[in-house]
Protein backbone atom coordinates (compact mmCIF):
# COMPACT_ATOMS: atom_id res chain seq x y z
CA UNK A 1 0.00 0.00 0.00
CA UNK A 2 2.70 2.41 0.76
CA UNK A 3 4.24 2.95 -2.20
CA UNK A 4 7.90 4.38 -1.34
CA UNK A 5 9.48 1.98 -3.16
CA UNK A 6 8.17 2.23 -6.17
CA UNK A 7 10.67 3.97 -8.95
CA UNK A 8 10.31 7.66 -10.26
CA UNK A 9 13.56 8.49 -10.98
CA UNK A 10 13.15 11.10 -13.82
CA UNK A 11 12.62 13.30 -10.67
CA UNK A 12 16.19 13.65 -9.86
CA UNK A 13 17.40 14.89 -13.32
CA UNK A 14 15.58 17.66 -12.20
CA UNK A 15 17.60 20.98 -12.42
CA UNK A 16 17.55 22.53 -9.02
CA UNK A 17 18.71 25.77 -10.71
CA UNK A 18 18.00 27.29 -14.65
CA UNK A 19 20.14 29.86 -15.46
CA UNK A 20 18.76 30.77 -18.82
CA UNK A 21 15.16 30.55 -18.28
CA UNK A 22 14.00 29.07 -21.20
CA UNK A 23 10.92 29.36 -23.08
CA UNK A 24 8.63 28.16 -25.92
CA UNK A 25 9.48 28.60 -29.88
CA UNK A 26 6.59 30.59 -31.75
CA UNK A 27 4.79 32.08 -29.33
CA UNK A 28 4.94 35.04 -27.22
CA UNK A 29 2.38 36.56 -24.88
CA UNK A 30 1.40 40.36 -25.67
CA UNK A 31 -0.21 42.55 -23.39
CA UNK A 32 -1.78 45.91 -25.86
CA UNK A 33 -2.99 49.25 -24.11
CA UNK A 34 -6.44 49.09 -23.30
CA UNK A 35 -6.77 51.94 -25.88
CA UNK A 36 -5.59 49.95 -28.32
CA UNK A 37 -9.00 48.78 -29.67
CA UNK A 38 -9.18 45.25 -31.18
CA UNK A 39 -8.65 46.27 -35.03
CA UNK A 40 -6.04 47.78 -34.00
CA UNK A 41 -4.60 45.11 -32.68
CA UNK A 42 -5.35 42.69 -35.65
CA UNK A 43 -3.31 45.16 -37.64
CA UNK A 44 -0.27 45.12 -35.60
CA UNK A 45 -0.35 41.30 -35.21
CA UNK A 46 -1.01 40.71 -39.16
CA UNK A 47 1.95 43.23 -39.89
CA UNK A 48 4.30 40.19 -38.54
CA UNK A 49 1.89 37.67 -39.91
CA UNK A 50 0.96 36.58 -36.04
CA UNK A 51 -2.35 34.87 -34.90
CA UNK A 52 -4.31 34.71 -31.77
CA UNK A 53 -3.66 31.21 -30.22
CA UNK A 54 -4.80 32.17 -27.24
CA UNK A 55 -6.82 35.28 -24.79
CA UNK A 56 -8.95 33.84 -22.29
CA UNK A 57 -6.74 35.26 -19.74
CA UNK A 58 -8.03 37.04 -16.66
CA UNK A 59 -5.74 39.80 -17.43
CA UNK A 60 -7.54 42.34 -19.98
CA UNK A 61 -5.91 43.35 -23.34
CA UNK A 62 -3.44 40.37 -22.67
CA UNK A 63 -3.27 37.14 -25.88
CA UNK A 64 -0.96 34.49 -26.56
CA UNK A 65 0.65 35.66 -30.11
CA UNK A 66 1.09 32.45 -32.51
CA UNK A 67 4.32 33.33 -34.72
CA UNK A 68 4.38 32.30 -38.51
CA UNK A 69 7.15 29.82 -39.16
CA UNK A 70 10.48 31.06 -39.18
CA UNK A 71 10.19 33.86 -37.15
CA UNK A 72 12.09 33.82 -33.77
CA UNK A 73 10.62 34.94 -30.30
CA UNK A 74 13.32 37.36 -30.39
CA UNK A 75 12.39 39.38 -33.28
CA UNK A 76 8.42 38.79 -32.67
CA UNK A 77 9.70 40.49 -29.09
CA UNK A 78 11.50 43.45 -30.92
CA UNK A 79 9.29 44.10 -33.00
CA UNK A 80 6.23 44.42 -30.34
CA UNK A 81 7.92 45.60 -27.66
CA UNK A 82 8.53 48.53 -30.26
CA UNK A 83 5.31 48.85 -31.61
CA UNK A 84 2.64 51.99 -30.07
CA UNK A 85 -0.46 50.54 -28.62
CA UNK A 86 1.65 47.34 -27.51
CA UNK A 87 2.20 47.24 -23.07
CA UNK A 88 4.59 44.79 -23.33
CA UNK A 89 5.53 41.54 -25.12
CA UNK A 90 7.98 38.76 -23.05
CA UNK A 91 8.55 35.40 -23.73
CA UNK A 92 5.87 32.55 -22.88
CA UNK A 93 8.40 31.12 -20.36
CA UNK A 94 8.71 27.60 -19.00
CA UNK A 95 8.39 26.29 -15.68
CA UNK A 96 8.75 23.16 -13.11
CA UNK A 97 7.87 21.51 -10.49
CA UNK A 98 9.76 22.35 -6.81
CA UNK A 99 9.62 19.19 -5.28
CA UNK A 100 9.58 15.15 -5.66
CA UNK A 101 13.00 14.88 -4.44
CA UNK A 102 12.74 11.67 -2.51
CA UNK A 103 13.94 11.36 1.19
CA UNK A 104 17.57 10.94 1.29
CA UNK A 105 16.77 8.52 4.06
CA UNK A 106 13.92 6.56 5.21
CA UNK A 107 11.65 8.55 7.65
CA UNK A 108 12.82 8.81 10.93
CA UNK A 109 10.17 7.87 13.95
CA UNK A 110 7.92 11.27 14.47
CA UNK A 111 9.43 12.64 17.82
CA UNK A 112 6.25 13.30 19.42
CA UNK A 113 3.40 11.93 17.74
CA UNK A 114 0.33 13.17 18.43
CA UNK A 115 -2.36 11.45 19.37
CA UNK A 116 -4.52 10.32 16.04
CA UNK A 117 -7.96 12.09 16.65
CA UNK A 118 -9.40 10.35 14.14
CA UNK A 119 -7.95 6.94 13.81
CA UNK A 120 -6.44 7.23 9.89
CA UNK A 121 -4.09 4.53 10.54
CA UNK A 122 -0.63 6.43 8.65
CA UNK A 123 -1.48 9.63 10.22
CA UNK A 124 1.55 9.52 12.50
CA UNK A 125 3.61 9.05 8.99
CA UNK A 126 2.61 13.07 8.45
CA UNK A 127 4.17 14.52 11.25
CA UNK A 128 4.18 17.81 9.72
CA UNK A 129 0.36 18.04 10.17
CA UNK A 130 0.71 17.72 13.64
CA UNK A 131 3.83 20.07 14.28
CA UNK A 132 1.94 22.81 12.90
CA UNK A 133 -0.85 22.27 15.24
CA UNK A 134 -3.83 20.64 13.55
CA UNK A 135 -5.20 18.22 15.49
CA UNK A 136 -5.27 21.32 17.97
CA UNK A 137 -7.23 23.27 15.62
CA UNK A 138 -9.55 20.93 14.74
CA UNK A 139 -10.51 19.81 18.37
CA UNK A 140 -10.99 23.51 19.65
CA UNK A 141 -11.81 25.34 16.19
CA UNK A 142 -12.57 23.54 13.08
CA UNK A 143 -11.86 20.33 10.73
CA UNK A 144 -12.72 22.67 7.81
CA UNK A 145 -15.65 23.87 4.96
CA UNK A 146 -16.49 22.19 1.49
CA UNK A 147 -17.13 26.12 0.77
CA UNK A 148 -13.55 26.90 0.80
CA UNK A 149 -11.92 25.77 -2.70
CA UNK A 150 -8.49 25.78 -2.78
CA UNK A 151 -7.01 25.63 -6.45
CA UNK A 152 -4.11 23.15 -7.11
CA UNK A 153 -2.13 24.49 -9.88
CA UNK A 154 0.25 21.62 -10.33
CA UNK A 155 -0.28 18.12 -12.40
CA UNK A 156 -3.33 17.40 -11.71
CA UNK A 157 -5.00 15.34 -9.06
CA UNK A 158 -6.17 12.17 -8.43
CA UNK A 159 -9.82 13.02 -8.18
CA UNK A 160 -10.92 8.95 -7.88
CA UNK A 161 -8.12 8.95 -4.59
CA UNK A 162 -9.70 6.83 -1.77
CA UNK A 163 -8.15 9.37 0.64
CA UNK A 164 -9.24 12.46 -1.42
CA UNK A 165 -12.19 11.75 -3.70
CA UNK A 166 -15.04 13.12 -1.18
CA UNK A 167 -12.86 16.61 -1.17
CA UNK A 168 -12.64 17.13 -4.83
CA UNK A 169 -14.50 19.90 -6.13
CA UNK A 170 -16.80 19.52 -8.16
CA UNK A 171 -18.13 22.43 -10.51
CA UNK A 172 -22.05 22.70 -9.16
CA UNK A 173 -23.38 24.02 -12.52
CA UNK A 174 -21.60 22.04 -14.94
CA UNK A 175 -23.62 18.59 -16.44
CA UNK A 176 -21.16 16.00 -16.96
CA UNK A 177 -20.70 14.70 -20.46
CA UNK A 178 -23.30 15.97 -22.53
CA UNK A 179 -21.00 18.16 -24.54
CA UNK A 180 -22.36 21.57 -23.25
CA UNK A 181 -20.69 24.12 -21.06
CA UNK A 182 -24.04 24.14 -19.24
CA UNK A 183 -22.54 27.14 -17.06
CA UNK A 184 -20.86 29.20 -20.37
CA UNK A 185 -17.25 29.69 -18.32
CA UNK A 186 -15.74 28.95 -21.44
CA UNK A 187 -15.03 25.49 -20.76
CA UNK A 188 -17.23 22.30 -21.91
CA UNK A 189 -17.90 19.40 -19.26
CA UNK A 190 -15.56 20.90 -16.64
CA UNK A 191 -16.30 19.26 -13.34
CA UNK A 192 -13.24 18.80 -11.73
CA UNK A 193 -10.84 21.76 -12.95
CA UNK A 194 -9.32 22.11 -16.06
CA UNK A 195 -6.29 20.09 -17.49
CA UNK A 196 -4.52 23.04 -19.48
CA UNK A 197 -1.82 20.37 -21.17
CA UNK A 198 -3.85 18.54 -23.42
CA UNK A 199 -6.62 21.36 -23.44
CA UNK A 200 -9.30 19.20 -22.27
CA UNK A 201 -11.54 18.28 -19.16
CA UNK A 202 -9.79 15.54 -17.57
CA UNK A 203 -7.00 16.98 -14.81
CA UNK A 204 -6.05 13.61 -13.59
CA UNK A 205 -3.13 13.69 -12.36
CA UNK A 206 -0.16 11.44 -14.76
CA UNK A 207 3.13 12.63 -12.32
CA UNK A 208 2.71 12.29 -8.52
CA UNK A 209 3.27 15.68 -7.45
CA UNK A 210 -0.01 17.20 -7.30
CA UNK A 211 -1.78 14.53 -5.48
CA UNK A 212 1.07 14.50 -3.07
CA UNK A 213 0.29 18.25 -3.00
CA UNK A 214 -3.65 17.69 -2.33
CA UNK A 215 -3.57 15.25 0.17
CA UNK A 216 -1.05 17.92 2.74
CA UNK A 217 -4.23 20.37 1.93
CA UNK A 218 -6.95 17.95 2.18
CA UNK A 219 -6.78 14.68 2.94
CA UNK A 220 -9.72 13.15 4.28
CA UNK A 221 -9.92 12.66 8.07
CA UNK A 222 -12.17 9.50 9.88
CA UNK A 223 -12.62 7.36 7.04
CA UNK A 224 -10.57 4.54 8.17
CA UNK A 225 -7.83 5.54 5.24
CA UNK A 226 -4.27 6.85 4.51
CA UNK A 227 -3.55 10.01 6.53
CA UNK A 228 -5.34 13.51 6.91
CA UNK A 229 -4.58 16.86 5.48
CA UNK A 230 -4.49 20.23 7.38
CA UNK A 231 -7.99 21.54 6.42
CA UNK A 232 -9.62 17.98 6.49
CA UNK A 233 -12.65 19.93 4.29
CA UNK A 234 -12.18 21.64 1.66
CA UNK A 235 -12.61 21.83 -1.92
CA UNK A 236 -9.72 21.04 -4.28
CA UNK A 237 -9.96 22.13 -7.83
CA UNK A 238 -7.38 20.30 -10.44
CA UNK A 239 -5.88 22.99 -12.37
CA UNK A 240 -2.79 21.02 -14.35
CA UNK A 241 -0.98 22.81 -16.44
CA UNK A 242 2.38 20.96 -15.37
CA UNK A 243 3.35 17.72 -17.54
CA UNK A 244 3.97 14.45 -16.85
CA UNK A 245 7.56 15.16 -16.39
CA UNK A 246 6.87 18.37 -14.44
CA UNK A 247 7.03 21.15 -16.88
CA UNK A 248 4.48 23.85 -17.86
CA UNK A 249 4.28 27.26 -19.62
CA UNK A 250 3.15 30.91 -18.32
CA UNK A 251 0.63 30.75 -20.78
CA UNK A 252 -0.73 27.44 -19.13
CA UNK A 253 -0.14 28.99 -15.29
CA UNK A 254 -1.85 32.48 -16.53
CA UNK A 255 -4.71 30.29 -17.82
CA UNK A 256 -4.99 28.24 -14.85
CA UNK A 257 -5.05 31.29 -12.24
CA UNK A 258 -7.45 32.57 -14.56
CA UNK A 259 -9.75 29.10 -14.32
CA UNK A 260 -9.51 28.88 -11.02
CA UNK A 261 -10.28 33.07 -9.71
CA UNK A 262 -13.27 33.03 -12.32
CA UNK A 263 -14.57 29.72 -10.69
CA UNK A 264 -14.38 30.60 -7.10
CA UNK A 265 -11.19 29.51 -5.49
CA UNK A 266 -9.92 31.06 -2.55
CA UNK A 267 -6.48 30.10 -1.94
CA UNK A 268 -4.42 28.67 -4.75
CA UNK A 269 -1.21 26.38 -4.19
CA UNK A 270 2.12 26.95 -6.52
CA UNK A 271 4.49 24.38 -5.77
CA UNK A 272 6.09 25.34 -9.03
CA UNK A 273 8.57 28.00 -10.33
CA UNK A 274 11.59 29.35 -12.21
CA UNK A 275 11.30 30.84 -15.90
CA UNK A 276 12.61 34.44 -15.07
CA UNK A 277 10.78 37.83 -14.54
CA UNK A 278 7.29 37.69 -16.53
CA UNK A 279 4.75 40.70 -16.47
CA UNK A 280 2.44 38.49 -18.04
CA UNK A 281 2.64 36.12 -14.81
CA UNK A 282 3.05 38.95 -12.52
CA UNK A 283 -0.07 40.69 -13.66
CA UNK A 284 -2.09 37.30 -13.43
CA UNK A 285 -1.17 37.22 -9.52
CA UNK A 286 -2.22 40.83 -9.16
CA UNK A 287 -5.68 40.14 -10.74
CA UNK A 288 -5.93 37.57 -8.63
CA UNK A 289 -5.13 39.67 -5.46
CA UNK A 290 -7.80 42.45 -6.37
CA UNK A 291 -9.80 39.47 -6.37
CA UNK A 292 -9.09 38.90 -2.52
CA UNK A 293 -7.20 35.15 -3.78
CA UNK A 294 -4.08 34.52 -1.58
CA UNK A 295 -1.49 32.81 -3.47
CA UNK A 296 1.14 30.58 -1.42
CA UNK A 297 4.16 29.71 -3.61
CA UNK A 298 7.26 27.28 -3.10
CA UNK A 299 10.26 29.71 -2.32
CA UNK A 300 11.96 26.77 -4.57
CA UNK A 301 15.11 23.86 -4.32
CA UNK A 302 18.38 25.67 -4.98
CA UNK A 303 19.61 26.15 -1.62
CA UNK A 304 19.73 29.78 -2.63
CA UNK A 305 19.21 33.43 -1.08
CA UNK A 306 16.07 34.74 -2.74
CA UNK A 307 16.80 38.17 -2.10
CA UNK A 308 19.98 38.19 -4.57
CA UNK A 309 18.53 35.68 -6.58
CA UNK A 310 14.92 35.76 -6.70
CA UNK A 311 12.68 32.34 -7.56
CA UNK A 312 9.62 33.66 -9.25
CA UNK A 313 6.70 33.54 -8.94
CA UNK A 314 7.73 33.11 -5.10
CA UNK A 315 9.61 35.98 -5.01
CA UNK A 316 7.34 38.45 -6.93
CA UNK A 317 5.75 42.01 -5.49
CA UNK A 318 2.39 41.31 -4.98
CA UNK A 319 0.68 41.52 -1.42
CA UNK A 320 -1.41 38.17 -2.03
CA UNK A 321 1.83 36.02 -2.42
CA UNK A 322 3.04 34.19 0.53
CA UNK A 323 6.43 32.22 -0.05
CA UNK A 324 7.08 29.30 1.71
CA UNK A 325 10.67 27.66 2.39
CA UNK A 326 11.11 24.16 4.27
CA UNK A 327 11.90 22.77 7.63
CA UNK A 328 12.26 19.05 8.24
CA UNK A 329 10.59 17.16 11.72
CA UNK A 330 13.07 18.83 14.26
CA UNK A 331 12.34 22.48 12.40
CA UNK A 332 15.81 22.35 10.70
CA UNK A 333 16.07 24.00 7.19
CA UNK A 334 16.32 21.92 4.72
CA UNK A 335 19.67 21.70 3.18
CA UNK A 336 18.12 22.03 -0.29
CA UNK A 337 15.44 25.01 0.65
CA UNK A 338 15.84 28.79 -0.59
CA UNK A 339 15.31 31.55 2.11
CA UNK A 340 15.14 34.70 2.20
CA UNK A 341 15.23 37.68 4.35
CA UNK A 342 12.95 39.96 2.68
CA UNK A 343 11.28 37.82 0.06
CA UNK A 344 10.77 34.59 1.95
CA UNK A 345 8.28 35.07 4.44
CA UNK A 346 7.86 31.58 6.81
CA UNK A 347 8.71 28.32 6.37
CA UNK A 348 6.64 24.69 6.95
CA UNK A 349 7.47 21.07 6.74
CA UNK A 350 8.94 19.91 3.20
CA UNK A 351 11.19 17.15 4.17
CA UNK A 352 9.75 13.70 3.86
CA UNK A 353 6.78 14.59 4.01
CA UNK A 354 4.27 11.53 3.68
CA UNK A 355 1.38 12.54 1.28
CA UNK A 356 -1.38 10.59 -1.20
CA UNK A 357 0.20 9.64 -4.50
CA UNK A 358 -2.31 8.29 -7.26
CA UNK A 359 -3.75 5.25 -7.99
CA UNK A 360 -5.07 5.01 -4.18
CA UNK A 361 -1.17 5.00 -3.07
CA UNK A 362 1.27 6.85 -0.59
CA UNK A 363 4.64 8.20 -0.23
CA UNK A 364 7.13 10.48 0.59
CA UNK A 365 8.13 13.33 -0.94
CA UNK A 366 10.67 16.68 -0.15
CA UNK A 367 10.52 19.79 -1.66
CA UNK A 368 9.34 23.65 -1.04
CA UNK A 369 6.73 22.07 -2.82
CA UNK A 370 5.57 20.08 -0.12
CA UNK A 371 5.81 22.49 2.45
CA UNK A 372 3.92 25.02 0.07
CA UNK A 373 0.48 22.81 0.90
CA UNK A 374 0.75 22.73 5.10
CA UNK A 375 0.34 26.60 4.33
CA UNK A 376 -2.41 26.40 1.75
CA UNK A 377 -3.83 24.22 3.70
CA UNK A 378 -3.71 26.70 6.48
CA UNK A 379 -5.64 29.06 5.02
CA UNK A 380 -8.24 27.26 3.77
CA UNK A 381 -9.39 25.97 7.23
CA UNK A 382 -8.57 29.59 8.94
CA UNK A 383 -10.87 30.72 6.13
CA UNK A 384 -13.82 27.92 7.17
CA UNK A 385 -13.50 29.03 10.66
CA UNK A 386 -13.28 32.90 10.14
CA UNK A 387 -14.76 33.65 6.77
CA UNK A 388 -15.19 37.29 7.22
CA UNK A 389 -11.32 37.60 6.99
CA UNK A 390 -9.88 39.63 4.44
CA UNK A 391 -7.13 38.35 2.24
CA UNK A 392 -5.00 40.59 4.03
CA UNK A 393 -5.87 40.28 7.69
CA UNK A 394 -5.75 36.31 7.35
CA UNK A 395 -2.04 36.82 5.69
CA UNK A 396 -1.25 39.02 9.14
CA UNK A 397 -2.25 36.56 11.02
CA UNK A 398 -0.51 33.40 9.78
CA UNK A 399 2.97 35.17 10.02
CA UNK A 400 2.61 36.86 13.31
CA UNK A 401 1.62 33.67 14.73
CA UNK A 402 4.84 31.63 13.68
CA UNK A 403 6.94 29.49 16.01
CA UNK A 404 9.78 31.16 15.88
CA UNK A 405 12.81 28.38 15.18
CA UNK A 406 15.89 29.11 14.92
CA UNK A 407 16.89 27.96 10.95
CA UNK A 408 14.72 30.85 9.75
CA UNK A 409 16.00 33.62 11.87
CA UNK A 410 17.17 36.53 9.86
CA UNK A 411 16.35 34.25 6.54
CA UNK A 412 13.15 35.02 6.01
CA UNK A 413 10.42 37.46 6.72
CA UNK A 414 9.00 35.89 9.90
CA UNK A 415 11.40 33.78 11.41
CA UNK A 416 9.49 31.21 12.01
CA UNK A 417 7.51 27.93 11.08
CA UNK A 418 4.02 27.80 10.39
CA UNK A 419 1.42 27.30 13.35
CA UNK A 420 -1.76 26.85 11.99
CA UNK A 421 -3.76 26.22 15.79
CA UNK A 422 -1.93 29.58 17.03
CA UNK A 423 -3.60 31.68 14.16
CA UNK A 424 -6.56 30.12 14.95
CA UNK A 425 -6.51 30.82 18.42
CA UNK A 426 -5.34 34.46 18.01
CA UNK A 427 -8.19 35.40 15.56
CA UNK A 428 -10.37 34.88 18.45
CA UNK A 429 -8.42 38.28 20.08
CA UNK A 430 -8.19 39.63 17.08
CA UNK A 431 -11.40 39.54 14.82
CA1 LIG B 1 -18.29 24.87 -18.11
CA1 LIG C 1 -21.73 19.94 -19.59
CA1 LIG D 1 -7.72 9.64 5.69
Known sequence: MISSQNSFSQMEDFPSDIVDHPYKEGEILVRYLSATAPEERDLIRSQMGGEIADNHFIVPNLELVKLPQGQSVEEALAYYQNTPGVLYAVPNHLVYINGGIFPPRPLPDNPDPTPNPFGDPFFDRSYGISLIGSPKAWEQFTTGSREIVVGVIDTG??????DLAANIWKNPKEIEGNGIDDDNNGFVDDIYGWNFVGNNNNPFDDNRHGTHVSGTIGALAGNGLGTIGVSPKVSLMACKFLSKDGWGSIDAAIRSISYAVMNGAKVLNNSWGGGGYSQALLDAIKTAERAGVLFVAAAGNSNADND??????????AANIVSVAATDYLDQRASFSSYGKTTVDLA????????TVPNNLYGNLSGTSMATPHVAGAAALIWAYKPALSMYDLKDLIFKTVDPVDSMKDITVTGGRLNVFNAMAFSLLQF
Do not use: R, W
Open 308 to 317: KNPMYPASYD
Open 157 to 162: IDYTHE
Open 348 to 355: APGVAVFS
